[in-house]
């Protein structure tokens, strides 16, 4: 399994943007897909992510602000990030989250980075 992701970039605070992460590979037993991010400093955390079943959750910090969706028949998954802020900055990881054996597994990509300064 293969997690391609881009989109990231530089922009100023208020400003937008959109990631895309396209999955190839061996794709069974898919429970979820969303992203993670990390800042310097921090640990890895849920941005926001999408289940099979079509729910979402998102951080409180992004709740309104960004939007998680997913194409099952491309096997893809987005984040559209508006008003962003100085604090959203980091590296945003595409996860793919399957099932093997009744046991969770996580799949990660290779990570795009967010700016948004002024």
């Known amino acids: 399994v293969q997690l391609q992701a881009s989109g990231g970039g530089s922009v100023q605070p208020g400003g937008s943007l959109r990631l895309s992460c396209a999955a190839s590979?061996?794709?069974?037993?898919?429970?979820?897909m969303g992203w993670y991010r990390q800042a310097p400093g921090n640990q890895r955390e849920l941005v926001a992510g999408?289940?099979?079943?079509?729910?979402?959750e998102y951080t409180d910090s992004v709740k309104g602000r960004f939007t998680v969706s997913r194409d099952n028949a491309k096997n893809m998954v987005y984040l559209q990030m508006d008003s962003l802020k100085p604090e959203d900055a980091g590296v945003y990881f595409c996860n793919l989250r399957v099932a093997i054996f009744g046991q969770p597994y996580n799949y990660w990509g290779r990570g795009t980075l967010v700016t948004v300064s002024s």
């Open positions: 999408v289940s099979s079943d079509g729910s979402t």
């Open positions: 590979g061996r794709l069974i037993s898919i429970k979820s």
